[in-house]
């Protein structure tokens, strides 16, 4: 059984910085995509960024573009998102999630097979 476990979650201040872990229990490279999704006090979960292929290509929402890095260490074991300029829309619970095979589509939470617990991050202003 896949398990992903996600880490470095807290609170910062708006303008601060985080950076998010996913350890997954297996190469994350046996995983076609790996993505970080958020859901927020009363609204849906939605896609953040993914990394996706052998050449490790990534993605991004538009609302984090520019601000936030993906990004996975060379044993391919943990997956980073590097939170920069953070505002407090950022609040949410950020989930690390793992798409098991090729998928045209890599932004909807039913593209993931396998999901960890959540780690809350909050941003105040």
């Known amino acids: 059984q896949v398990q992903l476990e996600e880490s470095g979650g807290g609170l910062v201040q708006a303008g601060g910085s985080l950076q998010l872990s996913c350890a997954a229990s297996?190469?994350?490279?046996?995983?076609?995509?790996m993505a970080w999704f958020r859901q927020a006090p009363g609204k849906e979960r939605e896609f953040v960024a993914a990394?996706?292929?052998?050449?490790?290509?990534?993605y991004y929402s538009d609302s984090v573009k520019g601000r936030f890095t993906i990004s996975r260490d060379n044993a391919k074991i943990t997956v980073f998102l590097q939170m920069d300029s953070l505002i407090p829309e950022d609040t949410a619970v950020y989930y690390c999630?793992?798409?098991?095979?090729?998928?045209?589509?890599?932004?909807?939470?039913?593209?993931?097979?396998?999901w960890g617990q959540g780690t809350q991050v909050t941003v105040s202003s």
């Open positions: 990394i996706r292929g052998s050449s490790d290509i990534t």
């Open positions: 999630a793992a798409q098991q095979n090729y998928r045209v589509t890599h932004t909807y939470t039913h593209d993931y097979r396998y």
């Open positions: 297996e190469r994350t490279s046996n995983f076609y995509g």
